[in-house]
């Protein structure tokens, strides 16, 4: 009983076995790149959802800033009006009136 190596069929057997693994090898690999790529078009879809939600924040700041920035402006000019007219009701102006009514009364 001694052996004289494989028979051409063993070895066949064993060829296409090794061949059966690299193409599972590299389908296998195939669907890993396409995971991968699959993944990294996701990545890019949520960080350009996120630019676009933060642009859009700001956007809304910018637009509240002008529009308190308008209010403020208007606020500031009805309340210069409202002390002109409070200095211009109060001046305390001395009038004819004032030295009118000296020597009107007796004691």
């Known amino acids: 009983d001694h ?5 051409q069929q063993q070895r066949d057997a064993i060829m296409q076995q090794q ?18 790529a699959e993944a990294a078009a996701a990545q890019r879809n949520i960080h350009k959802t996120v ?13 509240q800033a002008a529009a308190a920035a308008a209010t403020l402006k208007e606020q500031m000019v009805a309340k210069a009006a409202r002390d002109a007219q409070v200095k211009e009701l109060y001046a305390n ?6 030295f009118n009514q000296f020597g ?3 004691r």
Request: no cysteine.
């Open 104 to 106: 009107t009364s007796h």
């Open 3 to 7: 052996w004289k190596g494989m028979s």
């Open 19 to 36: 061949l059966s693994q690299v193409e599972a090898r590299r389908a296998a690999a195939a669907a890993a790149a396409a995971a991968e």
């Open 51 to 63: 630019m676009q939600q933060a642009q859009a924040a700001e956007e809304f700041k910018r637009k």
């Open 93 to 98: 102006k001395v009038t004819d009136e004032y």
